[in-house]
């Protein structure tokens, strides 16, 4: 039976691990990731490789998402209060008046995911967590069913990355190289069969229509660098072939999120449709 818990006051002390939700690192430390919304916290609830530590909600999520709370085992604390101190305990007007702290959970290694996936995205250098989620969530779209992460790329069970891609970092295995692995961890991936495709808008990268026709592995790697900076030039380099997106001069580059998903739409569709 689920296990309700009302509160009366904002600085209740059962949910202090709330108030930390704005702090990523900090949730991280604790071994945490914070759901937001009813869309992802029901997915990190419905699906049995998470497991919900707290719940944190308004009247009206309650309603919403009582039937799945109900199916968490064993029960854990689903806390309820008015929406005025909602936004007071976690600091911000929460999406859709729901909050879960979720157990993170561990990522597979490298080589394991490298072997598992047939179409991966490699980010590198990616900090902006909007651009990760959108990532994370033209991947789903587009049956690409692996994403490796360089070092420094940003934390995809990160709040914000979670809520942009609508549950999809829960949903897409990705794993993180580690400093001494970057980038030589790309020779890794072309041993095991795959062609590396580097999107990038510098010459002499070919059209992206231009490489979809060409005769090419089944398995196939998509990197993508920072909007700025894009690519460094050592991975840039150690790619198979270099893809550009034609645009019409009006801007000089597309948001990164948009350019994954019309690049995976281009290389995938063969085998989603």
């Given at each position: 039976?689920?296990?309700?818990?009302?509160l009366?006051?904002?600085d209740?002390?059962?949910?202090?691990?709330?108030?930390?939700?704005?702090?990523?690192?900090l949730?991280?430390?604790?071994?945490?990731?914070?759901?937001?919304g009813?869309?992802?916290?029901?997915?990190?609830?419905?699906?049995?490789?998470?497991?919900?530590?707290?719940?944190?909600?308004?009247?009206?999520?309650?309603?919403?998402?009582?039937?799945?709370?109900?199916?968490?085992?064993p029960?854990?604390?689903?806390?309820?209060?008015?929406?005025?101190?909602?936004?007071?305990?976690?600091?911000?007007?929460?999406?859709?008046?729901?909050?879960?702290?979720?157990?993170?959970?561990?990522?597979?290694?490298?080589?394991?995911?490298?072997?598992?996936?047939?179409?991966?995205?490699?980010l590198?250098?990616?900090?902006?967590?909007?651009?990760?989620?959108?990532?994370?969530?033209?991947?789903?779209?587009?049956?690409?069913?692996?994403?490796l992460?360089?070092?420094?790329?940003?934390?995809?069970?990160?709040?914000?990355?979670?809520?942009?891609s609508?549950?999809?970092?829960?949903?897409?295995?990705?794993?993180r190289?580690?400093?001494?692995?970057?980038?030589?961890?790309?020779?890794?991936?072309?041993?095991?069969?795959?062609?590396?495709?580097?999107?990038?808008?510098?010459?002499?990268?070919?059209?992206?229509?231009?490489f979809?026709?060409?005769?090419?592995?089944?398995?196939?790697?998509?990197?993508?660098?920072?909007?700025?900076?894009?690519?460094?030039?050592?991975?840039?380099?150690?790619?198979d072939?270099?893809?550009?997106?034609?645009?019409?001069?009006?801007?000089?580059?597309?948001?990164?999120?948009?350019?994954v998903g019309?690049?995976?739409?281009?290389?995938?569709?063969?085998?989603?449709?």
């Amino acid at each position: 039976m689920m296990a309700v818990e009302r509160l009366t006051r904002a600085d209740d002390p059962r949910i202090a691990a709330f108030r930390d939700v704005r702090d990523g690192e900090l949730v991280r430390s604790h071994g945490l990731f914070v759901a937001e919304g009813r869309l992802v916290v029901r997915r990190a609830v419905e699906d049995r490789r998470y497991r919900v530590h707290s719940v944190l909600v308004n009247d009206a999520a309650l309603a919403d998402l009582a039937c799945e709370l109900e199916t968490i085992d064993p029960p854990v604390p689903v806390f309820v209060c008015g929406a005025d101190d909602l936004a007071v305990i976690a600091g911000y007007e929460v999406h859709r008046g729901c909050l879960a702290l979720v157990h993170r959970p561990t990522a597979p290694p490298v080589d394991e995911l490298i072997a598992a996936a047939e179409t991966m995205v490699v980010l590198e250098g990616v900090t902006n967590a909007d651009n990760v989620g959108g990532v994370f969530r033209n991947a789903a779209a587009f049956g690409a069913d692996a994403v490796l992460l360089s070092p420094t790329c940003c934390d995809p069970l990160y709040r914000k990355a979670v809520r942009t891609s609508m549950g999809a970092t829960l949903q897409v295995p990705f794993a993180r190289a580690g400093e001494a692995q970057w980038p030589g961890v790309l020779g890794r991936v072309r041993d095991e069969g795959f062609t590396l495709v580097a999107l990038s808008p510098r010459d002499p990268a070919e059209t992206l229509d231009a490489f979809a026709a060409r005769p090419r592995s089944s398995r196939l790697a998509l990197i993508v660098g920072t909007e700025g900076a894009g690519l460094t030039p050592a991975v840039e380099a150690a790619a198979d072939y270099r893809v550009r997106i034609p645009t019409s001069g009006a801007v000089d580059s597309l948001n990164l999120a948009v350019a994954v998903g019309i690049a995976l739409y281009a290389l995938t569709t063969r085998t989603v449709r």
